[in-house]
């Protein structure tokens, strides 16, 4: 029904902000994402999504259309409130929550608080597919990272670094540059382990 408000920032807290539209103040839950967007001007645009329960409606925020986009997919899932879905876009960023279901990955949506595993496979089963389709995603593009974190993964073994720590130190690395190719992966894991 309201698909955006623009008007003067009046208040910005990281869980809330309230823009006064022609007089009329609207109070909108964001997420730690769309609070770390909101550059500290007066004039603000935030793309909106009203969400009508029995007991309350409350609107929800977003700098980009595509958070609001992943937003509207996660509260379809069963078992992800409103709550859950602003928990999670506030812990990752909207492309670490597009990537992690598109290439499957639990451990990464397992990793916010709240979600257990049981619902992390809900979340993948339930919207893989929607994302790729949505975001015209391919899932060919994923595969090929895989195999390079996996190349990188095992030359750090030969190398005689423990397996454990050298995923971890991986994952890291390919959180802050999804597009990292193997050589870049294998020299960054070396500064760090």
Do not use: W
């Not at 379809?76 to 859950?84: D, E, L, R």
């Not at 990955?105 to 929607?130: E, F, P, W």
Request: glycine share 6%; net charge negative.
């Amino acid at each position: 029904m309201i698909t955006h408000i623009e008007g003067k920032l009046v208040e910005k807290n990281p869980t809330d902000v309230v823009i006064d539209c022609n007089g009329v103040g609207y109070f909108i839950n964001i997420s730690l994402h769309t609070f770390s967007q909101i550059p500290n001007k007066e004039h603000l645009k935030l793309y909106t999504f009203l969400l009508v329960r029995e007991d309350s409606h409350s609107l929800y925020g977003f700098s980009s259309k595509v958070e609001r986009e992943i937003f509207k997919l996660l509260i379809s899932v069963s078992g992800i409130g409103a709550n859950t879905a602003r928990t999670m876009l506030s812990s990752l960023s909207p492309d670490q929550v597009k990537e992690g279901i598109a290439s499957e990955d639990v451990a990464l949506i397992q990793s916010v608080k709240g979600i257990g595993i049981k619902t992390a496979q809900r979340v993948i089963i339930d919207l893989k597919d929607k994302v790729l389709k949505v975001f015209g995603m391919e899932e060919l593009s994923l595969a090929q990272s895989n195999t390079d974190k996996e190349e990188a993964l095992s030359a750090l073994e030969v190398l005689g670094f423990n397996k454990k720590q050298s995923e971890k130190v991986v994952e890291k690395i390919l959180k802050a540059q999804p597009d990292a190719q193997v050589e870049q992966i294998i020299k960054e894991a070396l500064k760090n382990l």
